[in-house]
Structures are given as C-alpha cells and as structure tokens.
C-alpha cells in the first residue's frame, strides 16, 4: 500500500508553546489530506480536510486559528498547534487519500500515517 | 448526521476460531466501505475495501457487503493472537465540500491463544 509519513512520532512540550507537525506522502501525489485526532480509547475524530494549494475544511468544533493547516504541495501538509495547552494533548493522525480518477471508488482509500503523540505540560 | 455504528465490544474469540465483526451504516446513498485495523498506540492500517454487494475475500479476511440492509461485515478465520487489535469501520458520504470517510467507534477484538 501506499506510504505516509509524519514528523515527529512524538512530541512534548511546555504550555503556550506551538508545535508543526509534518505529513508526507512518499509514493504518490495526495491532493487530500485529513488531519484526526484520537484520544484514549475513542475513535477517530476528523479536525480537518487539507486541500493542496486552497484553504483547508474545518469540522464543527474545531478552531481554525489554533489548528493551522497548511498543505502548499502536493506531498506534504502541515499542523501547526498553536499556544498549545494540556488539553490539546493526544495523538494527532494524518492520512491521504488514493490518487485516482474522481469517479474511482478506490479514490477514496485513505492510508494513514503512524500519528504523532502531543504531550503539553 | 451521518453514523457509522460498531459493537464496542470487547469481542473475545478463541485462537483458530472465526471473529465476525460488523457495522451498519444510516446513508443508503453510500458507495464505498473500508476495514482498518489499529493496534493500541499505532494509527489505523487499511484491511479491505468494498463497494459492491456480496463478499470480498482477501486471505484471512472476508468483507461482506449487503446494502439493502445497510450492513457490512469483517470475517476474520483462524484468528490469531496478533490479530487483537481494534477494528474500524469506515464508511463514504459524499457531500457538496466532497466526499470523506466516516468512522465508527470500532470493535476491540482479543484473540486468546
């Protein structure tokens, strides 16, 4: 399958601070990115949608000034957590989406990266 | 409001034995669906796809797919200790932004040896 990466596996860091994080598609050319979250023992949630060279989708709830998303090629998008607090602590999930003709259904395959733990303090 | 539901489990099965995990979906307008596994600490890897009604077998795994009952399925045969893991399911919306996955809150699966 295809491969992404993430930079870094993990991070720690003291409150007020702003942390990047990295997702890179080594194989193909992603022009959708997803950025999750996923606390302890919950399922994934979708912060945002990372579209290559416009403005990224934010979900309900999610606060575009403190997530800043940036995907200015084709392999590779950035989070950037800002002021980071202790509740902003969890494991932050990029994927990308399957190159392929819109009308694919194989489109739609996601392939994630391994996750970057955010540790605040 | 698009769902995706999982049984939470825990499902606990016998080593050798078939682990049946299964999700139902509420948009009947939905095309594609997707079986990722997660191991704790590590981010999903993709399983299987389907997208057409009936079983889709790949080794070990077989995916079914009944969309007039809006339901699809993980089958899982000589489960294996290395297969405890949590399962998510993952469905396709479309919607006017595009189309994006949707997940359940998986399935927590243990094999005991």
């Known amino acids: 399958g295809a491969v992404v990466s993430q930079h870094p596996s993990w991070v720690i860091c003291k409150s007020g601070t702003s942390v990047k994080i990295e997702c890179r598609s080594l194989?193909?050319?992603?022009?959708?990115m997803f950025w999750y979250r996923q606390f302890p023992k919950q399922s994934l949630m979708l912060m945002a949608t990372s579209n290559e060279g416009s403005k990224a989708t934010y979900e309900q709830g999610v606060e575009k000034d403190k997530f800043l998303i940036n995907h200015a090629s084709l392999t590779l998008s950035t989070l950037t957590v800002t002021s980071a607090h202790p509740e902003d602590s969890s494991f932050y999930i990029c994927s990308a989406r399957a190159p392929g003709p819109r009308t694919s259904l194989r489109r739609d395959t996601q392939y994630f990266g391994p996750g970057t733990r955010l540790t605040v303090l | 409001q698009k769902e995706v539901e999982q049984n939470s489990g825990p499902l606990s099965v016998p080593e050798g034995a078939i682990a049946s995990l299964n999700c139902t979906y509420s948009d009947r307008g939905s095309q594609s669906f997707f079986w990722y596994r997660q191991y704790s600490g590590k981010s999903p890897e993709l399983i299987m796809f389907?997208?057409?009604?009936g079983d889709k077998e790949d080794g070990r795994f077989t995916a079914q797919l009944n969309k007039a009952s809006q339901y699809v399925s993980l089958l899982i045969r000589d489960s294996q200790p290395s297969d405890s893991a949590t399962y998510l399911c993952a469905v396709r919306y479309v919607e006017t932004s595009g189309s994006r996955l949707t997940f359940g809150e998986g399935t927590q699966l243990t094999v005991n040896p």
């Open positions: 194989d193909f050319q992603a022009t959708t």
């Open positions: 389907i997208y057409s009604n």
